[in-house]
């Protein structure tokens, strides 16, 4: 599908959840996969500010990509760290020329196997809910339409949490916090279970997880549930495409 066929359909797609049944974990996943599929980045992954203001891992378009926003966490150091708590793009950046920017961070990335990054704000009218991480495997700057295209995809995503938020009371918010980060816990458990039985990698896991739940028009939580409760196979996954 041509570039900016796809990105329309992404907006498109993101801008359902404002209507539609609406579930964090799905949104964010197909920006991140959306983004890897029409940018030109290698990986992608965001994070959500929770009611505290403590950065969440919730999507990844990769294994790798998981490990290193959840390395961001524990570290409190890295490109989405900063672009969250600052409201401000960090675009463009070489990892080789960071010059002791993120000491910690940088070495794990370079490690596996990207050379630059880009973190870009999930913000709207002054209010930072989160970020945008966008890798690279080569060094080089990436391109302004992309850069636009890839805000551009992020602020939908931030209408439609948003959107979703202001129709909920504080209790209701905290409990659907709870349940973004308790579906992450699931999902994690499932990919595990898929290995174990399908002798697939991580990625390939989840890819399976992704593909089940789009073919079948269920939701990623929903499947990743069936699977660990056993009343879904992982042999009977749909294969990616």
């Not at 359902?16 to 890897?36: E, G, K, Q, T």
């Not at 794990?108 to 890798?135: D, K, Q, Y």
Request: aromatic residues 4%.
């Amino acid at each position: 599908m041509p570039r900016e066929s796809l990105i329309i359909r992404t907006l498109v797609e993101l801008a359902d959840n404002l209507v539609d049944h609406f579930d964090v974990i799905d949104l964010l996943s197909l920006l991140s996969d959306r983004c890897v599929e029409a940018l030109d980045v290698d990986a992608a992954g965001v994070m959500l500010g929770s009611p505290g203001g403590e950065l969440q891992f919730v999507a990844s378009s990769s294994e790798s990509m998981r490990v290193l926003e959840l390395f961001q966490i524990q570290t409190n150091e890295g490109p989405c760290v900063d672009c969250y708590h600052s409201g401000v793009p960090v675009v463009n950046v070489a990892l080789g020329e960071s010059n002791g920017r993120w000491p910690r961070f940088t070495p794990r990335a370079i490690a596996h196997g990207f050379h630059s990054v880009h973190s870009l704000p999930l913000r709207l009218r002054g209010r930072t809910i989160g970020a945008l991480n966008l890798f690279r495997t080569s060094q080089g700057a990436m391109g302004d339409e992309d850069v636009a295209a890839a805000q551009g995809l992020a602020h939908v995503a931030t209408i439609a949490i948003l959107q979703h938020r202001a129709l909920l009371d504080a209790n209701t918010l905290n409990e659907q916090l709870d349940y973004a980060l308790t579906s992450r816990i699931v999902i994690e458990q499932a990919k595990g279970i898929i290995t174990e039985s399908t002798h697939c990698g991580m990625d390939q896991a989840f890819g399976r997880l992704r593909a089940h739940s789009r073919n079948h028009n269920l939701g990623l939580t929903g499947v990743a549930t069936a699977i660990v409760a056993g009343t879904l196979s992982a042999n009977d996954l749909d294969e990616p495409k």
